[in-house]
């Protein structure tokens, strides 16, 4: 006597393709993607602070060499649309970065800069807003120390 083989018909694999896909057309509509945006504009803060104390410890470890320091600058106009981090004594790009779509950016200055001893050279600006979706961080930076904080508001 033959065991029956276990196994699914065409029939039921196909009212199963149909059901997975009629839950598919209702749950993908329901993705709240502004969530997304939120997570961007967070990821999009920590890495401006990062590039700016990064920034700040080139300025200082070059100080023996480079006696003009290190900048970020605001790349785009209206809402910046990314950054570049300068060698300020021969203008080399160090590395860039482009914000993604739905982060906005504004800052009272587009020129970081920060002198051999850390501190930010005054005539540029002291403060970065990034905002997405309602959540908005402001990224301040010390001019007496160089230090730089992220306030989410």
């Known amino acids: 006597m033959k065991k029956p083989c276990a196994a699914f018909s065409l029939v039921e694999m196909l009212i199963l393709a149909i059901f997975v896909g009629v839950m ?13 945006d939120k997570q961007k504009v967070d990821t999009a803060a ?3 602070v990062t590039d700016l104390r990064r920034t700040r410890r080139l300025a ?13 600058t605001l790349t785009g ?7 570049e981090l300068r060698d300020r004594k021969s203008s080399a790009k160090v590395d ?6 739905g ?11 920060f002198g051999p001893a850390g501190n930010l050279i005054t005539g540029g600006g ?9 959540r908005r961080f402001v990224i301040t930076v010390i001019p007496a120390t160089g230090m730089v904080k992220c306030v989410e508001q």
């Open 96 to 101: 860039s970065h482009v914000f993604d779509p």
């Open 46 to 48: 920590r890495k401006v």
């Open 103 to 113: 982060v906005s950016c504004t800052a009272d200055g587009r020129n970081f800069n």
């Open 77 to 83: 106009s209206g809402p910046y649309k990314g950054y």
């Open 126 to 134: 002291a403060t970065i807003e990034l905002a997405a979706r309602g």
């Open 60 to 72: 200082i470890s070059a100080a023996a060499t480079n006696t003009v320091g290190y900048g970020l």
């Open 24 to 36: 598919a057309t209702i749950t993908v509509p329901r993705i709240n993607l502004g969530v997304i």
